[in-house]
């Protein structure tokens, strides 16, 4: 099978998750209020984001995990 299968995010959007990380790091935003700041750093769309948002918040423990995301 293919390997994306075997991670339950979405590996085309690790830029972003590393994005988020930042931010949530940076203390800028709330997490919930995340959304404008994604789309404006990447030009999406609001329901890309969204979507990509829930994903970073769903597999928060498993980006850990891979080293996408890096707790302080």
Not at 3 to 15: A, F, S
Request: hydrophobic fraction near 35%; proline fraction near 3%.
């Amino acid at each position: 099978g293919n390997n994306m299968t075997d991670k339950p995010y979405n590996e085309d959007w690790i830029e972003y998750y590393g994005y988020l990380e930042q931010l949530r790091q940076s203390g800028a935003t709330n997490m919930f209020g995340a959304t404008p700041y994604l789309r404006n750093a990447f030009q999406l769309d609001r329901h890309e984001a969204r979507d990509i948002l829930v994903s970073w918040m769903e597999n928060y423990d498993q980006l850990v995990a891979d080293g996408i995301c890096v707790r302080d």
